[in-house]
């Protein structure tokens, strides 16, 4: 199971332990719940539960016909619970590596890259970081947003927010640096 | 069509020999929410001084509604700041032996509001900021964050023109912050009052419509301490040198100080 999919499965099944819901419910569950996660298809609520279906985390609870087609209501197991625990109480190791897009970028930038360019990058890099971050809080600051939705813009705020200030103190001592450096030379 | 509420021409000043201002050249329109933002020392809280009338500048001109504002007397700027400016500081401008609601009735007082008008009003503000239950609380009995509420309220109480606020959330956690933050934005946005935040706090910032970057005393467009090195100057990361240079090397030395054998070498260091 990939990663991804396995956080939508327990995330379903989060979703079931609070009592059966058919594929449509649960679309429009999850989509309340992660208001501003990548839209899950109606494809992959199906094929998903499917799978639970077949290792015994989830069994279906009946059937239902209110004029529009037919609907499977899902049930979670006693299996699925115990599955649904375990991934709850598993610690999320910290990323083992350092990396990302924007680090490989803003080193490639200043290591690489003429100063006209990587200045250029980095400006542009962080006008958009900063429009987004403006973007995100207006949104945050709207009092008709829900909470789901709050909690999801903090974790994108946030994020911005340490992406900028990284931003700024590598090149403050990408400077100290190269200041050290010179008034080392330049010394006898 | 968008008026000029301040503006500020080429101001200079000093802490004797220590310039916090180079020559600031700026414009904020009528109801706009502008970040004054930079690492400390950058000369962010010296320039809304000097905007707000608090300080005079060594040279340069602040002009607010059109009318130079750094040249008059202290009684008449006392008397503008009293009137059309607001200021919100980081904390420790309530009068810690008055309740909220005379603390915050006592601009209107001072005005010369009656007693009872005064209160009145400042009743319907503390209400406006949520905080209308501690009306006869004295600020020591409450949090940081109701505290900062009532100087907000405060500081709005004579519906200024302008609101200056100074880290106005420095000393509040994230939660109380927001708080602050939200009601501020949203009365500045209902009232059209203009208001000038200094934060180097980039998710502060990000409560303004824009940012305006300071960095060794002058406005950088850059809000990476770029300015100055000139487009496709061909310098090292030198642009490096600029940015932490500081105060002692006399703004973005940049990249003349990088070794001349490595031009193209961004960082300028091996």
Same mark, same amino acid.
């Given at each position: 199971?990939?990663? =991804?999919?396995?956080?939508?499965?327990?995330?379903?099944?989060? !979703?079931? $332990?609070?009592?059966?819901?058919?594929?449509?419910?649960?679309?429009?569950?999850?989509?309340?719940?992660? +208001?501003?996660?990548?839209?899950?298809?109606?494809?992959?609520?199906?094929?998903?539960?499917?799978?639970?279906?077949?290792?015994?985390? *989830?069994? +279906?609870?009946?059937?239902?016909?209110?004029?529009?087609?037919?609907?499977?209501?899902?049930?979670?197991?006693?299996?699925?619970?115990?599955?649904?625990?375990?991934?709850?109480?598993?610690?999320?190791?910290?990323?083992?590596?350092?990396?990302?897009?924007?680090?490989?970028?803003?080193?490639?930038? !200043?290591?690489?890259? %003429?100063?006209?360019?990587?200045?250029?990058?980095?400006?542009?890099? #962080?006008?958009?970081?900063?429009?987004?971050?403006?973007?995100?809080?207006?949104?945050?600051?709207?009092?008709?947003?829900?909470?789901?939705?709050?909690?999801?813009?903090?974790?994108?705020?946030?994020?911005?927010?340490?992406?900028?200030?990284? !931003?700024? =103190?590598?090149? %403050? #001592?990408?400077?100290?640096?190269?200041?050290?450096?010179?008034?080392?030379?330049?010394?006898? | 069509?968008?008026?000029?509420?301040?503006?500020?021409?080429?101001?200079?000043?000093?802490?004797?020999?220590?310039?916090?201002?180079?020559?600031?050249?700026?414009?904020?329109?009528?109801?706009?929410?502008?970040?004054?933002?930079?690492?400390?020392?950058?000369?962010?809280?010296?320039?809304?001084?000097?905007?707000?009338?608090?300080?005079?500048?060594?040279?340069?001109?602040?002009?607010?509604?059109?009318?130079?504002?750094?040249?008059?007397?202290?009684?008449?700027?006392? #008397?503008?700041?009293?009137?059309?400016? /607001?200021?919100?500081?980081?904390?420790?401008?309530?009068?810690?032996?008055?309740?909220?609601?005379?603390?915050?009735?006592?601009?209107?007082?001072?005005?010369?509001?009656?007693?009872?008008?005064?209160?009145?009003?400042?009743?319907?503000?503390?209400?406006?900021?949520?905080?209308?239950?501690?009306?006869?609380?004295?600020? /020591?009995?409450?949090?940081? /964050?109701?505290?900062?509420?009532?100087?907000?309220?405060?500081?709005?109480?004579?519906? +200024?023109?302008?609101?200056?606020?100074?880290?106005?959330?420095?000393?509040?956690?994230?939660?109380?912050? &927001?708080?602050?933050?939200?009601?501020?934005?949203?009365?500045?946005? &209902?009232?059209?009052?203009?208001? *000038?935040?200094?934060?180097?706090?980039?998710?502060?910032?990000?409560?303004?419509?824009?940012?305006?970057?300071?960095?060794?005393? &002058?406005?950088?467009?850059?809000?990476? @301490?770029?300015?100055?090195?000139?487009?496709?100057?061909?310098?090292?990361?030198?642009?490096?040198?600029?940015? /932490?240079?500081?105060?002692? $090397?006399? @703004?973005?030395?940049?990249?003349?100080?990088?070794?001349?054998?490595?031009?193209?070498?961004?960082?300028?260091?091996?």
């Amino acid at each position: 199971m990939s990663s =991804t999919g396995s956080v939508t499965s327990h995330v379903l099944l989060g !979703l079931l $332990a609070g009592g059966p819901q058919h594929g449509y419910e649960l679309k429009k569950s999850y989509d309340e719940h992660l +208001p501003r996660a990548r839209p899950l298809a109606f494809g992959q609520v199906y094929t998903t539960l499917a799978r639970l279906a077949r290792d015994g985390l *989830v069994a +279906p609870a009946g059937q239902e016909q209110a004029g529009g087609p037919e609907r499977t209501s899902y049930t979670i197991t006693e299996d699925g619970l115990a599955g649904l625990r375990t991934w709850l109480t598993a610690v999320e190791p910290p990323a083992p590596y350092i990396a990302g897009t924007l680090l490989a970028k803003v080193v490639v930038a !200043l290591f690489a890259a %003429d100063a006209a360019t990587a200045r250029d990058y980095l400006v542009a890099q #962080r006008a958009a970081h900063t429009a987004r971050l403006r973007e995100l809080t207006a949104q945050k600051a709207d009092p008709a947003t829900a909470l789901s939705d709050i909690v999801a813009l903090d974790f994108a705020i946030t994020h911005l927010d340490a992406d900028l200030r990284w !931003l700024r =103190t590598t090149l %403050d #001592r990408v400077a100290a640096h190269t200041v050290a450096a010179h008034t080392k030379e330049g010394s006898p | 069509m968008t008026t000029v509420s301040l503006e500020a021409r080429g101001l200079v000043r000093s802490y004797g020999a220590i310039p916090a201002l180079r020559g600031v050249n700026l414009a904020i329109d009528e109801g706009e929410i502008v970040a004054v933002t930079g690492p400390s020392g950058c000369g962010k809280s010296t320039l809304l001084h000097c905007l707000a009338g608090i300080l005079r500048p060594d040279a340069g001109e602040v002009v607010y509604r059109g009318r130079r504002i750094d040249t008059l007397s202290e009684a008449e700027r006392s #008397r503008l700041r009293r009137t059309e400016l /607001g200021v919100l500081f980081q904390f420790g401008q309530l009068v810690m032996e008055l309740s909220a609601a005379e603390n915050v009735a006592l601009p209107l007082l001072l005005a010369g509001a009656s007693r009872r008008r005064a209160r009145a009003t400042a009743l319907s503000w503390l209400e406006r900021l949520g905080v209308g239950q501690f009306a006869d609380k004295l600020p /020591g009995q409450l949090s940081g /964050g109701q505290q900062q509420r009532i100087a907000l309220a405060r500081a709005l109480v004579t519906e +200024p023109r302008v609101l200056f606020a100074d880290e106005p959330t420095g000393a509040l956690d994230t939660l109380a912050g &927001e708080q602050v933050l939200g009601h501020l934005v949203r009365l500045a946005n &209902e009232q059209g009052t203009t208001v *000038v935040l200094v934060t180097h706090d980039p998710r502060v910032a990000g409560y303004a419509h824009r940012e305006i970057a300071l960095r060794d005393g &002058e406005v950088d467009p850059t809000g990476l @301490g770029f300015a100055g090195v000139g487009a496709g100057a061909g310098v090292g990361i030198g642009i490096g040198a600029g940015a /932490g240079a500081g105060k002692t $090397a006399a @703004g973005p030395v940049a990249g003349t100080t990088t070794s001349p054998t490595t031009p193209s070498n961004a960082l300028g260091a091996r």
